[in-house]
C-alpha cells in the first residue's frame, strides 16, 4: 500500500507542476501581449521611464519580452 500512496503523491505532485507550469506560461504571454500593445515612440519612453524606476531582477525579466515584440 505504501508503494500506492507514494505513486499517487507523485502523480499529483507532476500534475500540479504542470498545472503551474501552464499558468505560468499563459500569464507570461499575456504580459508579452500588454507590453506589445506600447506601439508609439511616446508609449514605448513611457515604459522604459516605468523600468527604470522599477525593482531591476523585474526589469531585467521584463525588457526582453519587450525587445522581442519590437523586433517581430
Not at 500588454?34 to 521611464?49: G, H, R, V
Request: hydrophobic share 35%.
Amino acid at each position: 500500500m505504501k508503494h500506492r500512496t507514494s505513486l499517487s503523491s507523485r502523480w499529483t505532485a507532476a500534475r500540479d507542476d504542470l498545472s503551474n507550469r501552464r499558468a505560468s506560461r499563459a500569464s507570461r504571454e499575456t504580459l508579452e501581449r500588454e507590453l506589445a500593445s506600447y506601439s508609439t515612440p511616446a508609449e514605448q519612453n513611457e515604459l522604459s521611464a516605468i523600468l527604470d524606476r522599477a525593482d531591476p531582477d523585474a526589469a531585467a525579466a521584463i525588457r526582453p519580452m519587450i525587445h522581442r515584440s519590437h523586433v517581430a
